[in-house]
């Protein structure tokens, strides 16, 4: 599938923001999505996935509580949401793919297809 995301944007410190990740070429339902994002000089990181049937796998080393993902099947496509937003959340942020709900979502390499990330900068 062609994965594009969007919502990406300036927001200042303690903010709430609401990417999306639209997807086109495929049958959505049948994959799982995940969420990764890459800051200046770091490595890319996972923040969060759905897989197929709805199940939801998080990074709790920073996630907190603070990022949720859903998807909407009809619409092709997944809402990660973002709160209580801090300086060190600013990177890009991609959204990837896989066709199959099994596998480790956390891990970037198990993704086929990714997006061309949006850039989230969280102002202090």
């Known amino acids: 599938v062609q994965l594009q995301a969007s919502g990406g944007g300036l927001v200042q410190a303690g903010g709430s923001l609401r990417l999306s990740c639209a997807a086109s070429g495929g049958t959505f339902s049948t994959y799982s999505a995940g969420w990764f994002r890459q800051a200046p000089g770091k490595e890319r990181e996972f923040i969060a996935a759905?897989?197929?049937?709805?199940?939801?796998?998080y990074n709790d080393h920073f996630a907190e509580g603070r990022f949720t993902v859903s998807r909407d099947n009809a619409r092709n496509t997944v809402y990660p949401q973002m709160s209580s937003l801090k300086p060190e959340d600013t990177a890009v942020y991609y959204c990837a793919a896989k066709y199959g709900g099994s596998g480790l979502l956390f891990v970037a390499s198990v993704y086929n297809d990714w997006g061309q990330g949006t850039l989230v900068t969280v102002s202090s």
């Open positions: 759905i897989s197929s049937f709805g199940g939801r796998t």
